[in-house]
Structures are given as C-alpha cells and as structure tokens.
C-alpha cells in the first residue's frame, strides 16, 4: 500500500490512478496532518509526498516519519515543483528519494519499483 500526499485535487487523482493501474493500493491525502495519520494508521509500503502543503508539508512530514520508530522504515518520495535538482532540503529530511515536478507517471512507477522489494506472487 501507498500513501499519496498531494493537495491538489488533479495531481493527487493522476497519482492515485496510475499507482492503482500499477497493482497498488493507495490512500490518498489532501495534506501533511491527514497524510500522517493516515501513515500511522495503515503502515503503508511508501509515501508519495507534495513538498508544498497545508497543515503539514511534505518535508515535516518526512521529518515526523523518520521521528517516530514505527515509522522511520517506510521509504519517501518527495514529489515537488518547488525544489531544484540538487536541492539538500527533501534529503537533510530524510527523503529515500526526490522526484522534481512535471514528472510522468512512468517515472514515478519506475522509482517506487526500485525502492520497494520485489512482490511476491504465489503460483500454483
């Protein structure tokens, strides 16, 4: 499962779709504070998260993930149009990896495949 952190309404319903497209199950939030929650309550594979949000940004988000022993496992993506390639910020909070805005899909899908361990299918 993935936890999508995105407050725009558009973005974060592309986002949704193409992990579920993908075989993922996602809870989608609309802001860092819901997000965490909802991280704390589903103990999800990974988080996809906006940088720019309300109640929370991304970057507290992280911070609060990698604060909590629980939590401090689970890999983050730091999706965001607001950070320059070689930008510190998403990595001194403890980001597993930064995707910079616009990004397609696929490049999304190609990153999370690498930071996830591979699914297990069981064949009879």
Do not use: N, W
């Amino acid at each position: 499962m993935i936890v999508v952190a995105e407050d725009h309404d558009d973005i974060r319903y592309v986002l949704k779709r193409s992990l579920e497209r993908a075989g993922h199950r996602v809870v989608a939030a609309a802001d860092g504070a819901t997000a965490l929650a909802a991280v704390r309550e589903h103990r999800p594979d990974l988080v996809v998260t906006d940088v720019d949000m309300p109640h929370m940004t991304g970057l507290d988000l992280c911070r609060a993930i990698r604060a909590d022993d629980d939590l401090r496992h689970i890999p983050v993506v730091v999706a965001s149009g607001s950070l320059i390639p070689g930008d510190g910020l998403a990595e001194d909070a403890g980001a597993s990896a930064t995707l910079l805005k616009p990004f397609a899909p696929a490049q999304l899908l190609a990153l999370i495949s690498r930071l996830l361990p591979p699914r297990v299918t069981s064949e009879s």
